[in-house]
């Protein structure tokens, strides 16, 4: 068994403003961070405005077809460019509301009232009055940015788990749902509560019946995923043959019929997946790029330091941490974004993003998934969010000297120690020439 991580989590990394202040310096403006999708910024004067910390942030469609990111900051004198709430919106120019000042969709400055009355040199001086970029990727069909002009590459970010992502064809999905959740706690607090399973037979005890909670872990240099077998009972469930309504609701989405089934409820999950292995090839999912395993089980991919994603075939929970605009680092932004590829003749609402206070109502009546409703939302989210913020409250005790941390929660000290390690001065390629690249900790059976 793998030992306990020794790394010590300092507890004022959960509500010190010196420290969050180092967290911008030195990993907010220096990583790479998911945006918006690419079909959001599709055509020509296509804008998603997007907020991070106390940045905001445009990414533009240009008029030469490029999608690039833009400083939401007229060069005059720092007024916003654009006012909207973040999401996505449409012009045919930037024009700053305070005095005028207008961009064309490329960020060149294009017009200045009384020109006459500003040095000129200094306004053709290249670079000096255009809009400030910032770099801008795209990968999985969402588009990635960097603050750092001296970042590697989005790939070299990515490193061994961009290929483990790929295999699941994530650009061909749609978003069906995105909410944005304000919790009155550090972003870490809320990162660290889905960074490990080993909460799972407390808070989630009803998730035993058809998922494990001994999800093994793979180290992917500054990344890492953790995979839960769906389908069988935990080993700590204490009936392993009789099937429940949960295993039965399993077999009947996947198109076999409870009444029939011959096997025991530890069966079930092969028989999903011979269910989808049967489709493959015909299907506009992509079971033939995937594992037996990943036919059936939850993938959760961490992408240091803001992104989870928890990915199936059909369908994937994207969860993103932001800091909260207002400096405090004890807020964040916490969006849940539910993206799924849509089948021959599918169609589906157009999402309405709102940000929402947590705890104010239930989760299950915020987030409007449709078909993909899935367990998640009930058992496993809105118990999570209920107390992030009792966490947080917790971890300012004088009491709290450090997390005691389990095999089982590796990801969090290994999550953590990379971030100690870059604000100690470390840099990105730094990390990225020093981290593990482990062997895949699951069989994949």
């Known amino acids: 068994m793998t030992q306990a991580p020794e790394f010590q989590v300092d507890p004022a990394s959960y509500w010190s403003k010196e420290w969050a202040e180092q967290e911008w310096t030195h990993l907010w403006s220096k990583a790479w961070h998911m945006g918006p999708r690419v079909e959001e910024v599709a055509e020509n004067g296509d804008v998603y405005v997007h907020s991070l910390g106390r940045e905001s942030l445009l990414f533009v469609r240009t008029d030469g077809g490029e999608a690039k990111g833009f400083f939401n900051v007229c060069r005059h004198r720092a007024s916003r460019l654009l006012l ?85 064809k994530m650009e061909r999905a749609t978003i069906i749902d995105y909410k944005t959740f304000e919790f009155g706690c550090n972003w870490k607090t809320t990162f660290d509560a889905f960074n490990e399973s080993y909460h799972f037979q407390t808070l989630h005890s009803e998730i035993l019946a058809w998922g494990n909670e001994d999800a093994p872990i793979t180290l992917l240099n500054i990344h890492s995923y953790m995979v839960n077998e769906y389908g069988r009972p935990s ?43 049967a489709k493959q090839g015909k299907s506009v999912f992509p079971y033939e790029n995937l594992t037996d395993s990943q036919l059936s089980d939850a993938y959760h991919y961490q992408l240091f330091p803001s992104t989870h994603f928890n990915l199936f075939p059909e369908f994937y929970v994207a969860l993103r941490y932001r800091p909260h605009p207002s400096g405090d680092p004890e807020k964040m932004y916490f969006d849940f974004i539910m993206c799924a590829t849509l089948e021959e003749g599918e169609t589906v609402p157009p999402y309405e993003h709102r940000v929402v206070r947590g705890g104010e109502e239930p989760v299950e009546d915020i987030l409007k998934w449709g078909v993909r409703k899935h367990p998640v939302v009930n058992e496993v989210l809105g118990q999570d969010v209920d107390l992030v913020e009792f966490v947080q409250n917790g971890q300012r005790s004088q009491s709290f000297e450090g997390a005691i941390l389990s095999v089982d929660e590796r990801r969090i000290a290994h999550f953590h120690h990379n971030i100690a390690e870059l604000i100690s001065g470390r840099s990105i390629r730094d990390l990225l020439a020093s981290n593990p690249v482990e062997p895949d900790a699951h069989s994949g059976h």
Request: proline share 8%; charged share 25%; with cysteine.
């Open 84 to 168: 909207n709430a973040d999401g996505p919106t449409f012009v045919n120019q930037f024009h700053c509301p305070f005095h005028g000042w207008c961009y064309n969709l490329n960020g060149e400055l294009t017009h200045v009232p009384y020109r006459e009355r500003f040095d000129e040199n200094v306004l053709s001086e290249p670079g000096r009055a255009d809009l400030k970029t910032f770099r801008v990727e795209s990968f999985a069909g969402w588009l990635w940015y960097t603050l750092d002009d001296e970042a590697p590459s989005l790939m070299e970010y990515l490193g061994p788990i961009g290929p483990k992502l790929d295999a699941y």
């Open 235 to 277: 080993k700590l469930y204490p009936e392993q043959v009789k099937l429940n309504p949960s295993l039965e609701n399993l077999l009947s989405a996947n198109g076999i019929d409870p009444a029939t089934f011959t096997g025991k409820a530890t069966d079930v999950r092969a028989a999903v997946q011979q269910a989808k292995r």
